[in-house]
Every structure is written in structure tokens, then in C-alpha cells.
């Protein structure tokens, strides 16, 4: 199980667990934090989304200051990649998968400290993506 915040293009998000992401597959399923014990699973369609984060957990430190700067003692695996939304939210990491015209990547924080250890970026839900 991956603890994940899906974050919709709306600006909504939902936090719980999914064991069945696939950047292969249009739908998966996240079971909410907050659903009571024994609720179904909420149907996540990826092209709803802006990003789905997978975290460390669910609050993350709201007085930590974020970053998109790269630790010098930690070389980064990968090329590094600059992604603004078009909400105007801007991520910096690294990344493996991207190429132009697949729906999503993968996107590794330059912030080591980061509560995100990882991420699925929509391309659609990007204004602009390019190697750094």
C-alpha cells in the first residue's frame, strides 16, 4: 500500500492508500484517511488530476519552508526537471520517464527533506515542462 494525496486540477484532494496505481491504467482506487473503516474505495480518474503525491504521511511539516533547490551532498539520479502547473505551482526534481506526448512521469523532489517522495505528474495539467 503507497500513502498518497491525490490532488485534483480543482483543487481538491484526497488522502489515503492505493495498491493499484498504474501510470499504465486511466483509474485507480484510493481508500480515504478519513472514510469511516470498511468504506469502498474512491475511483480516481488520472486525468483528473494535477499530481498524485506519494507521501512520507499525510500532514507533512506545515512550518517547513519548501524548496526546489538540489543538495549539493546529494547528487540527483536522473535529469533534472522544472514543472509549472498551470495553477502556477512550480516543482523542481529529477526524472527518468518524461517524454513529450505520454499522459504522466514521474518526478523525484530536488528537496530531500520533503514530505513528497515521489510524484505522478499529469502532463495536462502542466503549462510548461523542461530540463534544467
Keep these: 500500500m503507497n500513502k ?8 481538491n484532494m484526497i488522502k489515503g492508500t492505493t495498491a493499484d496505481f498504474s501510470p499504465m491504467k486511466d483509474l485507480f482506487h484510493v ?3 478519513s472514510a469511516a473503516a470498511g468504506t469502498k474505495p474512491v475511483e480516481i480518474k488520472t486525468g483528473d488530476l494535477k499530481a498524485l503525491f506519494f ?4 500532514a507533512g511539516n506545515p512550518n517547513r519552508s519548501k524548496s526546489n533547490e538540489f543538495d549539493p551532498a546529494h547528487p540527483p539520479v536522473g535529469r533534472k526537471i ?3 502547473f498551470r495553477d502556477g505551482e512550480v516543482l523542481v526534481g529529477t526524472t527518468t520517464g518524461y517524454q513529450p506526448g505520454r499522459p504522466g512521469f514521474f518526478l523525484v523532489p530536488a528537496d530531500t527533506g520533503s514530505n513528497n517522495e515521489r510524484c505522478y505528474i499529469v502532463t495536462v ?3 510548461e515542462i523542461s530540463f534544467i
Excluded: M
Design 4 to 11: 498518497v494525496i491525490a490532488r485534483y486540477t480543482n483543487g
Design 125 to 127: 495539467a502542466t503549462k
Design 82 to 84: 522544472k514543472v509549472v
Design 55 to 58: 507521501v512520507k504521511d499525510y
Design 31 to 33: 481508500s480515504d484517511s
